[in-house]
């Protein structure tokens, strides 16, 4: 089945802990996203990634960083300086020149 | 002004209705619009999208795009239970990309 794998579903984070959430997928799709989600607000953007070893911040990168290796992976590390990381944490992707992004199913980020 | 304003609901409906659901935006930039469908605690399942102006049908579902008003509805017909979730209006324009704050939607028995 194609599709995009985040894991873990759950995560929780210590004081001055750094985590990483991994997301794949297997949709050939050039374009991958990590988003934010809190209760009563919309997704926003962490960071993007166009093409394998090349991203860029989003709105609320501060506290977050990202590689992209391989076109199917976009790991996102949670790092301490991120003072509030609680949250839903969304990947998603989408193919090279479509507006359309796809998601994963999520991980739940919580603190210790 | 926010670029997208959506309501946050909850809206309750009988099980058979007819529910409307709708975002405003701002930036006439927008070409693309989708909505999506998010169950709690897993990620949002893309429904319909569309480009431009006009309708799009499929099975139970509508979605309709004004963007002389700059308004886009989904419709949802004979609602079922399993259609309560919560429903995210989304729109692009090259690389941006802003979603609605998504309307929780309940369907009753």
């Known amino acids: 089945d194609g599709g995009i794998t985040q894991s873990p579903k759950y995560l929780f984070r210590k004081e001055g802990q750094n985590v990483t959430l991994s997301c794949e997928q297997n949709?050939?799709?050039?374009?991958m996203y990590w988003y934010r989600q809190d209760p009563g607000q919309g997704l926003r953007l962490i960071y993007y990634s166009q093409i394998v070893n090349d991203f860029q911040k989003g709105d609320i990168a501060e506290g977050y960083s990202v590689s992209r290796e391989k076109k199917e992976s976009f790991p996102l590390t949670v790092t301490s300086a991120q003072k509030n990381p609680t949250a839903f944490y969304l990947c998603?992707?989408?193919?090279?020149?479509?507006?359309?992004?796809?998601f994963g199913a999520g991980t739940r980020l919580s603190v210790l | 002004q926010k670029e997208v304003e959506q309501d946050p609901g909850p809206l309750s409906v009988p099980e058979g209705a007819i529910v409307s659901l709708n975002c405003t935006y701002s930036n006439s930039a927008f070409q693309y619009f989708m909505w999506y469908r998010q169950y709690s605690r897993k990620g949002p399942e893309l429904l319909m999208y569309t480009y431009s102006s006009g309708n799009k049908e499929d099975g139970r579902f509508t979605a309709q795009v004004d963007k002389s008003s700059k308004y886009i509805s989904l419709f949802i017909r004979d609602s079922q239970p399993s259609d309560s979730a919560t429903y995210l209006c989304?729109?692009?324009?090259?690389?941006?990309?802003?979603f609605g704050t998504g309307t929780r939607l309940k369907v009753l028995a």
């Open positions: 998603a992707s989408s193919s090279q020149g479509s507006d359309i992004q796809y």
């Open positions: 989304a729109m692009s324009a090259g690389r941006q990309y802003i």
């Open positions: 949709l050939n799709h050039d374009a």
